[in-house]
């Protein structure tokens, strides 16, 4: 990725020097650049010497794994490097080490920024959607190549913007990568649905995520999904099978999206869509033991529910559609929930409807759906929840119905939907005017006398549940 970048960089008319522990990396990089244009870039194989070749005051982005590599990188290129030079860490950081590296940098009279990247080693070459946060003043520095560089959206403009102080870089990258999870469990999970319940081939489920890559679902990730479904796999003898089929169900993560979900809780900020897709993360991993347990049920006498489905399938496929509109909205609303609430503890004046546009292009939750978030914002800067914007709430409850239909169908299918049924637990949540929480409350104050609120007068109350309980017994 950090090559691409840089091949970016050079392509778009601006001199760089690269440089990287491994010198074979660096070679291969001059090679790339030599042919595919004679681009202006330049390898070194020492610290030393690449830090002394950067114009002053000197920029260096950096794209290393997160944590301890990121403070030896520093160290190592800081050695050589003047007050009023500045590091970009363009990695999946952690953004309270990025705001404890720019007070350490400030010491050393260093300019430090932390930007999120995204769009993968594809968005990096062509244009990646950028999310820089820190010092405003090496921000403004490195605009104009930013600009350039990043994927660029007609009627929008280039996908970067200075996102704000301190960490905010980082943090929105992070909140990007958490929806991201999202997003792919939601599509997994209408595949699951349509594949189990509706018994639809490769070749059909291609068709249909091409087909809903024409409308509302028009994204990078329903794209590449299209995609995968029409890929045969060149390891079977008789050229038969798809590649996606023998893909073991086992997802790996980075962090990011556990940072997210950490951070919900932190903030109080439900983000039940998220959380279940790290969880069927978690889950997916435990390979072994889901065997295990298919044997053990299947022996005890667990039914096939899944042979006892008889479905429409043009119905179903309906269906699943706008269930996976419906719930993404929800994923959407919760993750930009967790940015506002972020933005109003660290101060940071984060714009939702900016970083809406910024995600339109180059990055791989980037989808036409974006473009309706923006003026959802646009139109009020302080919507409390994108599910009660007029527009939305009015495309929800004209999915609704398909949206139920879709998750009872995979309940008494034995379909495990947890993404889309989470969405749909937290739209009934947030519409009802009285949820059963004054139970929980009433509880909460009888084993531990927790106090509760009344709903006809003011100020806080305490019931000696207990006793009153036991003299009603005798």
């Given at each position: 990725m950090?090559?691409?970048?840089a091949?970016?960089?050079?392509?778009?008319?601006?001199?760089?020097?690269?440089?990287?522990?491994?010198?074979?990396?660096?070679?291969?990089t001059?090679?790339?650049?030599?042919?595919?244009?004679?681009?202006?870039?330049?390898?070194?194989?020492?610290?030393?010497?690449?830090?002394?070749?950067i114009?002053?005051?000197?920029v260096?982005?950096?794209?290393?794994?997160?944590?301890?590599?990121?403070?030896?990188?520093?160290?190592?290129?800081?050695?050589?490097?003047?007050?009023?030079?500045?590091?970009?860490?363009?990695?999946?950081?952690?953004?309270?080490?990025?705001?404890?590296?720019?007070?350490?940098?400030?010491?050393?009279?260093?300019?430090?920024?932390?930007?999120?990247?995204?769009?993968?080693?594809?968005?990096?070459?062509?244009?990646?959607?950028?999310?820089?946060?820190?010092?405003?003043?090496?921000?403004?520095?490195?605009?104009?190549?930013?600009?350039?560089?990043?994927?660029?959206?007609p009627?929008?403009?280039?996908?970067?913007?200075?996102?704000?102080?301190?960490?905010?870089?980082?943090?929105?990258?992070?909140?990007?990568?958490?929806?991201?999870?999202?997003?792919?469990?939601?599509i997994?999970?209408?595949?699951?649905?349509?594949?189990?319940?509706?018994?639809?081939?490769?070749?059909?489920?291609?068709?249909?995520?091409?087909?809903?890559?024409?409308?509302?679902?028009?994204s990078?990730?329903?794209?590449?999904?299209?995609?995968?479904?029409?890929?045969?796999?060149?390891?079977d003898?008789k050229?038969?099978?798809?590649?996606?089929?023998?893909?073991?169900?086992?997802?790996?993560?980075?962090?990011t999206?556990?940072?997210?979900?950490?951070?919900?809780?932190?903030?109080?900020?439900?983000?039940?869509?998220?959380?279940s897709?790290?969880?069927?993360?978690?889950?997916?991993?435990?390979?072994e033991e889901r065997?295990?347990?298919?044997?053990?049920?299947?022996?005890?006498?667990?039914?096939?529910?899944?042979?006892?489905?008889?479905?429409?399938?043009?119905?179903?496929?309906?269906?699943?559609?706008?269930?996976?509109?419906?719930?993404?909205?929800c994923?959407?609303?919760?993750?930009?929930?967790?940015?506002?609430?972020?933005?109003?503890?660290?101060?940071?004046?984060l714009?939702?409807?900016?970083?809406?546009?910024?995600?339109?292009g180059?990055?791989?939750?980037?989808?036409?759906?974006?473009?309706?978030?923006?003026?959802?914002?646009?139109?009020?800067?302080?919507?409390?929840?994108?599910?009660?914007?007029?527009?939305f709430?009015?495309?929800?409850?004209?999915?609704?119905?398909?949206?139920?239909?879709?998750?009872c169908?995979?309940?008494?299918?034995?379909?495990?939907?947890?993404?889309?049924?989470?969405?749909?637990?937290?739209?009934?949540?947030?519409?009802?005017?009285?949820?059963?929480?004054?139970?929980?409350?009433?509880?909460?104050?009888?084993?531990?006398?927790?106090?509760y609120?009344?709903?006809?007068?003011?100020?806080?109350?305490?019931?000696?549940?207990?006793?009153?309980?036991r003299?009603?017994k005798?």
């Amino acid at each position: 990725m950090g090559q691409n970048l840089a091949l970016n960089i050079a392509e778009k008319g601006f001199p760089i020097s690269v440089y990287n522990r491994t010198t074979s990396k660096v070679d291969e990089t001059v090679e790339r650049a030599k042919r595919e244009g004679n681009l202006p870039l330049y390898g070194f194989h020492d610290p030393e010497s690449f830090v002394n070749s950067i114009q002053k005051p000197r920029v260096i982005v950096m794209l290393v794994k997160a944590g301890a590599p990121v403070d030896d990188t520093i160290k190592t290129l800081s050695a050589y490097m003047e007050k009023g030079d500045c590091i970009i860490d363009g990695g999946n950081e952690w953004y309270e080490n990025t705001e404890r590296r720019q007070k350490a940098m400030l010491e050393k009279g260093l300019l430090y920024l932390g930007m999120g990247v995204s769009g993968g080693e594809e968005g990096a070459r062509n244009g990646p959607s950028m999310m820089p946060g820190g010092s405003f003043e090496v921000y403004k520095y490195i605009e104009d190549i930013l600009l350039k560089v990043a994927a660029q959206v007609p009627d929008s403009g280039p996908c970067v913007t200075y996102i704000g102080e301190g960490g905010s870089g980082n943090f929105v990258k992070m909140v990007h990568n958490g929806i991201e999870y999202g997003d792919m469990q939601l599509i997994a999970e209408a595949y699951d649905v349509l594949k189990s319940v509706g018994k639809l081939s490769n070749e059909e489920l291609h068709h249909v995520f091409t087909e809903w890559n024409k409308g509302e679902l028009l994204s990078f990730l329903v794209e590449i999904t299209a995609d995968i479904f029409g890929i045969k796999d060149d390891k079977d003898d008789k050229g038969e099978g798809y590649l996606v089929d023998k893909v073991l169900d086992k997802t790996g993560m980075k962090g990011t999206g556990k940072w997210t979900v950490q951070q919900a809780a932190d903030l109080s900020i439900a983000a039940p869509t998220i959380a279940s897709s790290l969880d069927a993360r978690f889950l997916s991993g435990l390979k072994e033991e889901r065997v295990q347990a298919a044997e053990v049920f299947k022996s005890g006498g667990f039914s096939d529910i899944l042979s006892e489905q008889v479905v429409d399938k043009e119905k179903l496929i309906d269906d699943v559609r706008k269930a996976l509109y419906a719930s993404k909205i929800c994923s959407y609303a919760q993750g930009m929930n967790l940015i506002r609430a972020k933005s109003v503890e660290k101060g940071w004046g984060l714009k939702l409807g900016e970083l809406a546009r910024i995600w339109k292009g180059g990055c791989i939750i980037r989808a036409v759906f974006l473009d309706r978030i923006k003026k959802a914002y646009d139109r009020n800067p302080e919507l409390s929840n994108l599910l009660v914007d007029p527009e939305f709430a009015k495309e929800i409850i004209e999915r609704q119905t398909a949206w139920r239909r879709v998750v009872c169908l995979a309940v008494s299918s034995g379909v495990s939907t947890p993404g889309m049924s989470s969405s749909l637990a937290y739209f009934d949540s947030y519409r009802r005017e009285r949820l059963p929480a004054n139970l929980v409350q009433a509880q909460r104050d009888y084993f531990g006398a927790h106090t509760y609120e009344r709903t006809d007068m003011e100020g806080s109350f305490h019931t000696e549940w207990f006793k009153i309980a036991r003299q009603s017994k005798y």
